[in-house]
């Protein structure tokens, strides 16, 4: 359904709804009429979109943050062998995403509790196990 919303010279506010053959009759029968107006047409609200990329192909945009390179690594075997914390952010360095410990520890208290990967306490200190 078509909508418009003209503004004749005199001031005075019409709202058109219809077919878009009848908005467009009435909008050229009120332009004449009246000596001309302004008409403005509303706008289309988009709807929002998921995270797609640009390019198309329906694939999900990947999320650069520390959990989700953190989860790579973890699918890439990284944790097969125990790893401290600090062995985790000199790999996230190595791969060019420079992260304070702080950043790290919280995304990998997230994954502990998603059991994505494990932690165990040795010498009072946290290793990560996948």
């Keep these: 359904m078509a909508k418009a919303n003209l ?5 005075t506010k019409v709202n058109i709804e219809g077919t878009a053959e009848e908005v ?4 050229s029968k ?6 001309g ?16 990329s640009k390019t198309g192909g329906g ?5 650069e943050g520390p959990t989700s390179l953190i989860t790579e690594l973890a699918e890439e075997g990284y944790f097969k062998s125990k790893r401290k914390i600090g062995d985790i952010q000199k790999k996230l360095e190595e791969m060019g995403h420079i992260y304070a410990i702080e950043s790290i520890s919280t995304p990998l208290t997230r994954l502990t509790r998603s059991r994505a990967i494990r932690r165990i306490k040795e010498n009072k200190v946290w290793v990560y196990v996948k």
Excluded at 7 to 11: C, F, K, Q, R
Excluded at 24 to 27: F, G, N, Q, T
Excluded at 30 to 35: A, D, L, N, W
Aim: glycine share 8%; hydrophobic share 25%.
């Design 7 to 11: 503004v004749l010279p005199n001031g």
């Design 24 to 27: 467009a009759v009435l909008i």
């Design 30 to 35: 009120c332009s004449v009429q009246e000596g």
């Design 37 to 52: 107006g302004t008409v403005r047409t509303p706008k289309k609200k988009r709807a929002k979109r998921k995270s797609s």
């Design 59 to 63: 694939s999900k945009k990947k999320k």
